[in-house]
């Protein structure tokens, strides 16, 4: 039953434990005066949070010049249930001015990368990064990633627990060594929340480490994700999650949780042995029960994921490989009981909480939408610097969205006109002011940071909602809600594959003046805003600039054979992509 086969370890498997619990390359060459890190180094620095990347726009022309690439690195910051404190907030933007490009990038997981970080100031940043009580650790890497959670401020009682459930979740996971504090703040751990306990798992198994006693000395196969969802505000994707907690909430109150396994949207086109995966229901817990069930799950999953073969290395794999009841077996085994099956709960809505919203306590939220995720100052739209004025002058708590949004919250209802008058200022526009296309559309950053894309997504999709809210308004369907996600790569990183419509990364181009084009796509029809359905291929190698030519017919049909109340993604579902392209059937009279 074990999933690696007995197959050699991969070279990462071989890296992660001469890192020597994820210090030794670092400890080496972090100081080092030169303007990158070895492989080796990159890719222990990940489980820090930070990938180290080059400047594609510039790769050609350096190389072509005889000089090295112009690296630079990403650094993402981990905000479990994506909350944060304006220090929090005006600390990140600080730094994205001194050592980044001028920008933030809200991330599909509720957390903060910093684009354009050189090498030399990688140690100010994690150690500030640190002293504003967040932290990089395990941001990247074969570990647990940041715990998702329903970000809305609604003082309902039901969100407190979910986030105070995420924050005990993510604390227990958190990796144990020393040795991202030893290397970044001198061995301080500085008072951070999501710092692991002290003491021994929960889930004895004779594989445990006397160090890293949940993840071992080569840690997970591969990364782990999570998230905590509700049955009617999905705003978490919780099926696209390794491991996802979908709320039973009874009397107003959260009860427990529907344990969801084996979600993950990563593919690999060219082998048919990979492929996206909505996580299953395995069992139900009470709240009580949901640090052993996690670290049950993530032992399993350590003891038996795919060492050799990386593209194979996702919990999903086992679970397809197994079978569900054998995966379910096996946890029973490591916490020597029987598990509950699964209540009668399941994904029903989704809210992206952008808006005014009252929170139940006196107080205002505001969801202010943010294309793509980027905050930064361009032409007109001074999004960095508006919402810095904010915190300078208001100092409030804020929350991340996992739609790459920001919401602002515990606002006065006195202060609802000089909000709305400082955002005009700064050309920020309302939720009520993007159209609803544009509202649910969101990309990967792709080009020219990611070292994976093949094309452009952040830097593309912005003409493709052009075209798309043109096309729309024509056909009388401004006001339809269905997701449009792009990726650079099949790696899913904005989650396309259970989106109404997907747009994937296939292969690259060139323009007439041998500069890099956005390249062509994959369009994937069929998916829902629900999140808990995948989508399938509608048409392959399509040019970025035929994109929205090739979605329009599509349209078109949906709105002549569209049934009463019948969402995009339900119509392209029932009628199936093969028949997607014709004529639409005639009007009825």
């Known amino acids: ?66 000089k090295e690439k112009a690296y630079q690195f990403m650094v993402r910051i981990r905000v479990v249930g994506g909350k944060l404190t304006a220090h929090q907030y005006l600390t990140t933007d600080e730094l994205s001015r001194r050592v980044g490009n001028d920008t933030i990038r809200i991330t599909t997981r509720q957390e903060f990368q910093l684009h354009g970080v050189f090498k030399e100031d990688l140690e100010v940043t994690i150690r500030t990064i640190n002293e504003m009580l967040l932290s990089t650790l395990a941001a990247c890497g074969d570990v647990e ?76 196969p591969r990364k782990f994700k999570t998230a905590f969802a509700l049955p009617d505000d999905n705003c978490t994707d919780v099926h696209a999650n390794d491991l996802g907690f979908l709320a039973v909430v009874e009397h107003g109150a959260v009860k427990g949780y529907n344990v969801l396994v084996g979600g993950g949207l990563g593919t690999t086109p060219s082998a048919q042995k990979t492929f996206p995966f909505l996580g299953v229901p395995l069992c139900y817990v009470d709240r009580d029960g949901l640090l052993e069930i996690g670290e049950a799950v993530i032992k399993v999953f350590r003891d038996f994921g795919n060492r050799s073969d990386r593209k194979r290395a996702r919990l999903k794999y086992i679970i397809h490989d197994w079978g569900l009841p054998a995966f379910r077996a096996k946890i029973e085994e490591y916490l020597k009981r029987p598990l509950i099956d699964p209540k009668a709960v399941t994904v029903t809505g989704v809210d992206d909480h952008l808006g005014w919203h009252e929170q139940g306590d006196g107080k205002l939220s505001l969801g202010i939408p943010v294309e793509n995720g980027r905050i930064k100052d361009e032409g007109t739209l001074r999004l960095a610097s508006g919402l810095r004025a904010f915190f300078q002058n208001y100092g409030t708590p804020a929350r991340l969205t996992c739609q790459q949004s920001i919401l602002l919250a515990d606002l006065e209802p006195s202060w609802k006109r000089e909000i709305e008058a400082l955002l005009e200022e700064y050309g920020i526009a309302r939720v009520e002011q993007v159209s609803t296309v544009r509202r ?20 593309a999709l912005p003409t493709i909602m052009d075209e798309l809210e043109a096309e729309l308004a024509k056909l009388g369907l401004g006001d339809e809600r269905f997701t449009v996600r792009m990726t650079g790569c099949p790696n899913g990183c904005a989650r396309p594959y259970n989106a109404d419509i997907g747009l994937v990364g296939r292969s690259a181009t ?4 041998g500069t890099p084009g956005p390249g062509t796509y994959t369009i994937f029809l069929g998916g829902r805003t629900l999140g808990d359905r995948l989508n399938v291929e509608y048409k392959d190698y399509v040019p970025f600039d035929r994109v929205v030519a090739e979605l329009v017919p599509v349209f078109t049909r949906f709105k002549a054979e569209r049934r009463p109340g019948e969402t995009f993604g339900d119509f392209c579902d029932r009628v199936g992509v093969e028949a997607m392209a014709g004529d639409p059937a005639p009007s009825p009279a």
């Open 1 to 66: 039953m074990e999933s690696g086969g007995g197959a050699k370890p991969s070279k990462v498997e071989a890296i992660k434990i001469a890192s020597q619990y994820l210090y030794q390359q670092i400890a080496d060459e972090y100081r080092n005066g030169v303007s990158h890190m070895s492989e080796d180094a990159a890719t222990v620095l990940k489980f820090h949070g930070s990938y180290q990347q080059d400047n594609r726009d510039v790769r050609t022309l350096m190389k072509r010049e005889g």
């Open 145 to 220: 990633r940041n715990v998702l959670c329903c970000p809305a401020p609604i003082r309902d009682g039901v969100r407190a627990a979910m986030q105070a459930d995420a924050d005990r979740f993510a604390s227990h996971l958190a990796p144990r060594a020393s040795s991202y504090w030893d290397i970044w703040v001198d061995g301080e751990k500085l008072g951070n929340s999501a710092l692991p306990p002290q003491g021994p798992s929960l889930v004895p198994t004779p594989a445990d480490d006397p160090v890293e006693t949940i993840y071992g000395k080569a840690y997970l």
């Open 440 to 459: 649910w559309s969101m990309a990967c950053p792709a080009m020219p940071t990611c070292g994976l894309a093949v094309t452009e997504a952040e830097r």
């Open 510 to 513: 060139r323009n007439p003046d």
